[in-house]
């Protein structure tokens, strides 16, 4: 019997997540940033109750291979498989802008490592940056308990020298503290993101 | 044994498709978008590679009952169910706007039936709309094989008349014929709908 969030994500114990997997990591760093979507999540809804932007979460993209039609009850899937996602989990539009972003977690003390992110995510952004879009990556050092606003164009430089140089890995904790915007949690909504997203907008337009 | 498009949708056949359903109409109104879904997807998908706007349908939203992590393969969902989404079906980034479209169909020759959209679906473009999203339909006279991109103006008008006075019930195919750009087919892409969304930028700002 598994037990599930109320959004109908699979609730998946401290034990499994840490097991170490077979399966490719996407699966296990979405669990890793379950907590933080979910607090992301609320606070969207509390953002577009009050019509200040509106920004939602796309499901979750799944490939399905076999359906039931019963006779007198919805359909049922039978058989189905996690897809690899082709863009960031959030977009939506907040004062004329179109926003896209990740949310992100790690338990690293010291980086954030570019292992959380895939490579069809950053074209992704970059796609959308380059249609004047706003990309960022909403990010939780969950053992430092501190969340950051960081500009795509951070994750690009450290991304793109990774890959073209063989450079690190990660993007240190100290660059992040100084080149991102620390959310400080609040009680409604609890990750206030917009307002840093007023002062990303202030400096690139 | 079910049947699928390369894209995980269950392939139905006319037979299943036309039968009386006892379930909510909403999955048969997706059936019957299907095709125009796949022509739409297919010019999103070259308007991406040739860097022109990132544009696309989100996943079907899915609750999850019941997932397997057999061993040594991928993770198997076992039960799901379809959920009524809680956004249009489609948006994304274009010179610097948020779009926010759905895509309709209908075998209707004399008039675009309301009951095509959800509430929720109205609600959700009139949120965006005012965040300054661009929102439209794309819609489809099947039987007359005719293409419409309908601002989401004209939408909201008979929509707003329905609830509050129980006006009519659908839009006159003469006033969409009038008062929506007529989108006319292309080799690529198929549906050239970001020429009609130009020309309803001149008209918005």
């Known amino acids: 019997m598994v037990m599930h969030y109320p959004n109908g994500q699979p609730y998946r114990t401290k034990q499994l997540s840490l097991k170490k997997s077979p399966y490719p990591t996407a699966t296990l760093y979405g669990n890793r940033g379950m ?3 979910e607090e992301i999540n609320e606070s969207n809804q509390y953002y577009l109750k009050q019509g200040i932007a509106v920004i939602h979460k796309k499901p979750i993209p799944i490939q399905i291979v076999n359906v039931d039609y019963p006779k007198r009850s919805a359909a049922v899937i039978k ?3 996690f897809k690899q996602p082709s863009t960031t989990d959030y977009n939506g539009v907040y004062k004329g802008h179109y926003l896209d972003f990740e949310a992100k977690e790690t338990k690293n003390l010291t980086a954030f490592p570019l292992a959380n992110f895939h490579a069809h995510q950053i074209e992704h952004m970059k796609a959308c ?3 004047g879009g706003i990309c960022f990556t909403i990010l939780r050092f969950t053992s430092l308990k501190e ?3 960081m500009p795509a164009s951070l994750l690009f430089q450290y991304w793109d ?3 073209a140089n063989n450079g690190r890995k990660s993007i240190p ?3 992040i ?11 409604q909504p609890k990750i206030p993101y917009l307002t840093y997203v007023d002062k990303l907008l202030e400096q690139i337009l």
Chains 1, 2 share one sequence.
């Open 35 to 37: 907590t933080l979507e």
């Open 79 to 81: 058989e189905a498989y």
């Open 129 to 131: 940056q380059k249609q």
């Open 147 to 149: 969340v950051f606003l």
């Open 161 to 163: 020298n990774q890959q």
């Open 173 to 175: 904790y100290e660059i």
């Open 177 to 187: 503290k100084k080149q991102c915007a620390h959310i400080t949690y609040q009680l």
